[in-house]
């Protein structure tokens, strides 16, 4: 990517109690969300949640059943797409076939009467952001599907839209080329700034990419955070073991309170100790889930004061070069760690033998088994 | 050399013994074609032959070119010619684009039960014989009992009987042939745009494409390959014009604009039993024919990359 420089007038977006129905079924059930001017959002959740159907709602190719869309000041329930002022890239592309590169990428410009001296600067200068300059004279079918996607975005950003939005566009790309594109939107967003939303159903790309990450379910946000935060302090166990890879581990455990002290019994008895916090409360027998992260379980001890040592079986050892996932039997159920301590050994035995694993108290998490919720 | 040959010959035995169900398959197609088509073309050879029908085809003797001559001319020949294209280039014009324009109108009804309503309405005309739809042009045209007289009449105009009036044949035909063929062939079409690609449609309008530029630039677009088809088969038929049709709609008051190559060669041929005159004219016919579906296909490979081979 060179150097060009564009300079875009960006809005906010904002959903108001948005549902959508077809027929009785309720495919988004009354979602609030505030979209900052410049701000880069990512809807993530398993498929069928409902984010791509927010998407399109916000692009105008859903009818909003009830609630409110607002894009700035401007409420677009009932405008058409072409007047909100968005840009979208699908995840098939949708290049037209029979256009060139080019004029796939002055489309939008053409239908809106642009004279012909700015259309040809505005592709020349999507073309030089998205480094599409040798290829502008093919057809969508003579590309790749890295190139293809670019033109994509070169499609959106001509139009210098208000605000971009993203519909899986990197599930159709192979591994390599993902992480490629992932960088280059990064890029072309931290250039034009342009309000973003995005949405994927993989966690890696909501990470990477996100200012602030959506987690959706059944139609329902679970929660919204900054990619840390979200990955840091779980809402509930949905978002817990969605965010994460591995994701974390949840053990089922009854509360212990004796001498003000807390713990957490495990199905086999082993206790986990709770450091004391602030504002915790819990009724003892109350019954929860632990959460650890696989990176917080290891075999070896790291430090002794917020440890919790736990009786341990290991079914599959999976080697990673630096690290290892040791898959595990933790109370009869299973657990994932992820363990640096073969020491790029490649003898593995000694793992693979442990009986005993050490949970990392400091990035302990509680979640009560009936409502699902975070209570530490 | 012969061990290049024989070497030829095991390959093919071989690809034969490993598909032979394929070409088992193959095979009542081919023997059709051979029996039908290609053994009958050894008649052709009595266009140069002054042919008698009890020295048969290979006993007659040779005229040369003589029956083409005479058919070019004959003022009734070259007549037919003139008809023949004219009607092939009226129905090009107005016939063709109809299925397209029917097929895009179908894609936009989005009542499902009106659309198809519409659509079986519009496809039965086609499973109506040739027959029976010359019989309802005829009564409906007819000057005393005709819908259309009684209606004319009704308005004060002057009752009028078309299909003795040559000025009305093309259109009649032409008319009566989109009514019964248009809805049916536009399936192929309708088939096509369910082809394309529904987000292309969505990407337009976020685009700011209205509906009717959505036709114009997407839909039309991605379905030119199959236009294309059509229209190389309708060229490569050009000279065929509904024979059937025409030799029940047309009587001698019409023949001036009715008369074409292929009714031409029927009254010379069969009636007149002029065989050799009339296989000149049908071999005449067949070159045309090669000629408009050959540089249509080349035509169109040049210009759209699509083509029939």
């Known amino acids: 990517m060179n150097s060009a420089n564009v300079t875009l007038s960006v809005s906010n977006v904002s959903l108001k109690k948005v549902y959508k129905r077809y027929g009785s079924t309720e495919i988004v059930k009354g979602i609030d969300l505030e979209i900052g001017a410049h701000e ?4 993530v959740g ?44 699908f995840q098939n592309y949708a290049l037209y076939p029979h256009l060139s590169v080019a004029e796939n990428i002055a489309f939008g410009l053409k239908l809106r009467k642009t004279p012909k001296d700015r259309v040809k600067a505005a592709v020349d200068e999507a073309s030089s952001i998205l480094s599409l300059d040798p290829y502008l004279e093919r057809k969508p079918s003579d590309l790749s599907g890295g190139q293809r996607q670019r033109v994509a975005m070169g499609r959106a950003i001509v139009r210098h839209p208000k605000v971009f939005l993203f519909d899986e566009p990197l599930s159709n790309l192979d591994a390599k080329l993902r992480t490629q594109m992932r ?41 919204i955070g900054t990619p840390m935060d979200v990955f840091l302090h779980p809402a509930n166990t949905f978002v817990a073991s969605f965010i994460g890879s591995p994701p974390m581990n949840l053990l089922d455990g009854k509360i ?31 019954e929860v889930r632990v959460g650890f992260r696989p990176e917080d379980l290891d075999v070896v001890v790291n430090d002794q004061n917020h440890t919790a040592p736990m009786n341990c079986s290991v079914d599959l050892v999976e080697p990673l070069g630096s690290e290892a996932l040791l898959h595990l039997q933790i109370a009869g159920q299973s657990a994932v760690a992820k363990t640096t301590s073969h020491g790029r050994s490649s003898d593995m035995s000694g793992i693979a033998n442990t009986t005993q694993v050490f949970g990392n108290l400091k990035h302990l998490h509680i979640f009560d088994r009936a409502s699902e919720q975070s209570i530490y | 050399m012969s061990s290049n040959i024989n070497n030829k010959i095991t390959g093919i035995g071989q690809i034969l013994r490993k598909d032979w169900q394929l070409y088992l398959l193959l095979a009542p197609m081919v023997i059709w074609f051979i029996v039908f088509l290609y053994t009958p073309m050894a008649g052709l050879q009595i ?35 003139g008809n023949t294209f004219l009607i092939s280039l009226y129905s090009l014009v107005f016939a ?40 309802m042009v005829v009564s409906f045209l007819s000057p005393t009992t005709g819908i259309v007289n009684l209606v004319l009449d009704y308005f004060g105009f002057e009752k009028t009987y078309f299909l003795t009036n040559p000025d009305y044949f093309r259109p009649i035909f032409i008319g009566s042939t989109m009514w019964k063929e248009a809805g049916f062939e536009s399936i192929v079409y309708l ?39 059509m229209l190389i088969i309708r060229i490569g038929n050009l000279v065929e014009v509904g024979f059937e049709y025409i030799i029940l709609l047309y009587q001698p008051a019409t023949f001036e604009t009715s008369d074409v190559i292929s009714t031409f060669i029927y009254r010379v041929g069969l009636q007149g039993s002029q065989y050799d005159i009339a296989t000149a004219a ?13 540089s249509a296909n080349r035509i169109s490979r040049k210009l759209s990359s699509s083509s029939l081979w």
Request: glycine letters at 6%; aromatic letters at 10%; charged letters at 20%.
């Open chain 2, 191 to 229: 088939a096509a745009i369910a082809g394309v690609n529904p987000s292309l449609y969505e990407s337009a309008r976020v685009d700011g494409a209205s509906r009717w530029q959505q036709i114009w630039r997407i839909t039309l677009p991605s379905i030119l390959p199959t236009i294309i088809i």
């Open chain 2, 96 to 135: 063709f684009p109809m299925p397209i324009i029917l097929a895009l109108m179908f894609n936009e009804l989005h009542h499902a039960m009106f659309k198809k309503t519409a659509q079986t309405i519009a496809y039965l005309p086609h499973f109506i014989s040739v027959v029976i739809v010359a019989g």
């Open chain 1, 46 to 89: 398993p498929s069928g949640c409902g984010k791509s159907t927010t998407l399109r709602m916000i692009a105008g190719l859903e009818e909003i059943s009830d609630g409110t869309v607002s894009i700035g000041e401007r409420v677009v329930n009932k405008i058409p797409p072409k007047d909100r002022d968005v840009a979208m890239v």
């Open chain 1, 40 to 43: 880069f959002v990512v809807l």
């Open chain 1, 256 to 286: 212990r309170k004796s001498d003000g002290k807390v713990a957490i019994e495990l199905n086999d008895g082993c206790i986990v100790p709770v450091p004391h916090k602030d504002g915790m409360s819990f009724t003892d027998g109350q």
């Open chain 2, 47 to 81: 266009a140069f032959k002054d042919f008698s029908l009890f020295k048969g085809i290979y006993g007659s003797t040779w005229v040369g070119f003589e029956h083409f001559q005479t058919l070019f001319n004959d003022e009734l020949f070259i007549r037919s010619i």
């Open chain 1, 183 to 223: 960088a280059e939107i990064k890029r072309l967003h931290k250039r034009l700034q342009v309000t973003t939303v995005y949405v994927t159903h993989d966690q890696v790309e909501a990470m990477t990419l996100a200012d602030r990450i959506v987690i959706m379910r059944d139609g329902k946000i679970e929660q």
């Open chain 2, 282 to 294: 049908g071999l005449f016919n067949a070159v045309i024919a090669f000629i408009l579906v050959y």
